[in-house]
């Protein structure tokens, strides 16, 4: 069965520095990741993902994330965080196409700090 | 194009009542999930239809939840009776499935629970 593991409830980062957000996954076969952000009071929404292909993801609001096989991490990242960027964000890995259920990480807390 | 929608945004009950919430996903998708997220935690699945089909509902507590897709469009979730532990985000989401550029799932602003 798949799993994911974001080790860090919270972090944070300074305006204008650069953020890394953890997640590593466990999953038999080829891995769908996701990373999906959730600001307050609002539903999740949809940052990036990877399939196959190139290991850098690139996705919304600047946000890109690294496939590292060897290690089983999907690690967010991003060069220049923003205030805006606080919010909680949720790693999910899937076996698609053979299972198309998702299964979520518990969240991680992004604050950034003025 | 529209997202996809839930009613009530709210809920408050009491334990042992019953509450029913709504969700249209976005048109066209014939994938829909239901999800519960408990404060603190990742989203987990409670069930996923395909059009009026249910394709996953192993983690749906069926003593007391109940969910249905009757025309393959929108879907109603139901618990009775509702215990505090209950008390959790409920969220809708809809994907068309198929090619990966297309299996994303798109998430509803979720319905907020709270068991008295």
């Known amino acids: 069965a798949q799993s994911v593991a974001q080790p860090e409830d919270q972090v944070n980062v300074a305006e204008g520095n650069p953020l890394t957000v953890k997640c590593t996954y466990s999953v038999s076969g080829n891995p769908y990741l996701f990373w999906y952000v959730q600001y307050p009071n609002r539903g999740l929404q949809f940052l990036l993902k990877?399939?196959?292909?190139?290991?850098l993801v690139k996705g919304s609001y600047g946000f890109e994330a690294e496939f590292n096989k060897s290690q089983t991490s999907f690690h967010l990242k991003k060069p220049s965080a923003l205030v805006s960027d606080s919010a909680l964000y949720f790693c999910?890995?899937?076996?698609?196409?053979?299972?198309?259920?998702?299964?979520f990480g518990k969240g991680t807390r992004l604050h950034i700090l003025p | 194009e529209a997202g996809v929608a839930q009613s009530p945004r709210y809920k408050i009950i009491e334990k042992r009542q019953s509450v029913a919430f709504w969700c249209n996903p976005i048109s066209g998708h014939a994938t829909l999930y239901w999800y519960q997220q408990i404060l603190g935690q990742g989203p987990k699945l409670l069930i996923q239809f395909q059009n009026n089909g249910v394709v996953d509902d192993s983690q749906l507590p069926k003593d007391r939840f109940s969910a249905e897709r009757l025309k393959g469009v929108d879907s109603t979730l139901k618990i009775q009776p509702a215990k505090l532990e209950d008390s959790a985000v409920y969220l809708c989401?809809?994907?068309?499935?198929?090619?990966?550029?297309?299996?994303?799932?798109?998430f509803g602003p979720g319905t907020r629970l709270t068991v008295l």
């Open positions: 989401a809809s994907s068309s499935p198929g090619s990966p550029s297309t299996d994303t799932q798109y």
């Open positions: 990877y399939i196959t292909g190139d290991n």
């Open positions: 999910a890995v899937s076996n698609l196409p053979r299972d198309d259920k998702i299964i």
